[in-house]
RNA sequence: GUGAGUGUAGCUCAACUGGUUAGAGCACCUGACUGUGGCUCAGGAUGUUGGGGGUUCAAGUCCCCUCACUCACCCCA
């Protein structure tokens, strides 16, 4: 650890073996469902305009103040590596003047300037999906339900589900105008920090920890209480129908999501097994977005997704084996019948391997069980004299003899029963 | 951007209030076992104690700087 001459950049990741293929997986099984509920991948650049951003996330967020990888290029253009997946999205939309309404979804890796710590990095991976021109409650359900069905898939059990909404254009202004000022008539009693938040971040005194300020709270205006009817009956609609499906929620008034573009529903799903930066995934409306890039009103609403957080909440799976077959040799005299093996085995869809500088068998078993084989062809002079191969299965210690003419079939049946056994 | 903690072998960690040649387990290599991994036994190799400076007769240990990692705040995936 000490000697490394060269390093990775900080709030960066190496996924090596094990964890790479883990990565796969996960990107498999969200392309799959994304598919299954009607999304088309869109694949757009890892940088953009800085003011694609700017405008998406807006100018006071955090993101853009102090998060945004910017730099300009030998043009002098202001670029930037993408913080975030949506504004891209709804550029390449208006941009290639795709029909509307469509469903998208895309993955891959985003960049934010900050101080690593659990499940935070400066280069991280994004599964996202966005539906542009759908206006009813319904599809807010539907994005939820598709978050949930990708946590249940990868089996993570505990995650729950947490929902707001927070209001519109015309009642959002008026709520956190009412709670600013029943906060401020109250200012004397609240935290140092609390004071702090009220000027930029009011919701956020409801998250605080301290007596006195929860003791002030009692009294303040709900944030559900100052929806207007439509947003209103909006929110109620969403809740029915996830009461429908059967798919439980908390409510959460506090929930408000960081980015600037956020109306009615916004949601997140967090896991126990994380630390502190607890939310898996989380997204919600932008009925505004698109019209704010210049293109026509448009309804929408997104999900994103933290790759490298739902791979904590996974958690740690037991090393099995790999799906692979280790051809051994005895000596010079075999090793072309064994080249051909592992040419029919690979022919035949067998990840295959030998080790071509090991010249005694021991050194060769050490290499197949190094590399997670799961099983050895054997091939040696008794072998061959009988017309046969020895195939071992690395799991049990179990040793056969196969014809020569059986041998690919017997070796498929015991990878499949072994990637069953290992999966339960 | 702010705060706290930790850096000793490939990994996990020891080394009393500064005191001789910095140790152990796991992993690794060799052999017992020239047709068999994992188990057992016997041997073996391994370190600029993250880096730089300072205090001291003497620094892994104390002080300063720096770098890296970790966790938390802010915020978010």
Redesign the pocket.
């Known amino acids: 650890?000490?000697?490394p001459k060269h390093?990775?950049?900080?709030?960066t990741q190496d996924f090596v073996p094990p964890r790479a293929e883990q990565k796969s997986k996960v990107e498999d099984v969200f392309r799959h469902l994304a598919e299954r509920f009607g999304f088309q991948e869109i694949v757009i650049p890892t940088f953009e305009y800085t003011d694609v951003f700017v405008k998406s996330s807006g100018t006071g967020?955090?993101?853009v103040t102090?998060?945004m990888y910017t730099f300009k290029d030998r043009a002098d253009r202001s670029l930037t590596l993408r913080p975030?997946g949506t504004g891209g999205v709804v550029r390449a939309v208006l941009e290639n003047r795709l029909r509307i309404p469509c469903r998208l979804y895309y993955l891959g890796p985003?960049f934010?300037y900050?101080?690593?710590?659990?499940?935070?990095?400066?280069e991280?991976f994004?599964l996202g999906v966005e539906a542009l021109g759908e206006a009813s409650p319904l599809v807010d359900a539907e994005t939820i339900l598709f978050g949930d069905e990708f946590f249940r898939e990868l089996g993570i059990s505990d995650c729950i589900t947490r929902l707001n909404s927070i209001g519109c254009r015309n009642c959002r202004p008026a709520y956190q105008h009412k709670l600013v000022e029943f906060l401020s008539s109250h200012k004397d009693r609240l935290c140092s920090?609390c004071q702090l938040?009220l000027k930029?971040?009011p919701l956020?005194v409801f998250?605080c920890k301290q007596e006195q300020c929860q003791a002030v709270l009692k009294d303040a205006p709900k944030p559900g209480d100052y929806l207007c009817p439509e947003c209103s009956r909006h929110f109620k609609a969403v809740q029915a129908s996830l009461d429908k499906q059967g798919l439980r929620y908390e409510l959460n008034g506090r929930l408000?999501?960081?980015?600037d573009y956020y109306n009615r529903t916004t949601f997140?799903f967090v896991s126990s097994k994380l630390?502190?930066?607890?939310?898996?995934?989380?997204?919600g409306r932008y009925d505004y977005l698109v019209e704010d890039f210049g293109g026509p009103q448009t309804p929408a609403i997104g999900l994103?997704?933290?790759l490298?957080?739902t791979m904590l909440a996974m958690g740690e799976k037991e090393q099995a084996r790999r799906r692979l077959a280790f051809v051994v040799w005895?000596g010079d005299a075999e090793l072309d019948e064994a080249q051909k093996v592992l040419a029919r085995l690979r022919a035949q869809g067998i990840p295959a391997q030998m080790d071509y500088d090991a010249h005694?068998?021991?050194?060769q078993?050490?290499s197949?069980?190094?590399a997670g084989a799961s099983c050895?062809v054997?091939i040696?002079?008794?072998?061959l004299a009988k017309g046969v191969y020895?195939l071992?299965?690395?799991?049990?210690?179990r040793?056969i003899q196969v014809p020569v003419s059986e041998l690919i079939g017997t070796v498929q049946k015991l990878i499949r029963a072994q990637s069953v056994a290992t999966r339960r």
């Open positions: 650890m000490s000697n390093t990775r950049p900080k709030g967020s955090d993101i102090k998060e975030e985003y934010r900050g101080r690593p710590q659990k499940g935070r990095f400066r991280f994004q920090e938040r930029h971040n956020r998250d408000v999501r960081g980015l997140e630390g502190a930066q607890d939310s898996i995934g989380g997204g994103a997704i933290g490298e957080r005895m005694r068998m021991k050194h078993f050490k197949a069980d190094a050895c054997i040696g002079a008794d072998e020895s071992k299965d690395l799991t049990t210690g040793q």
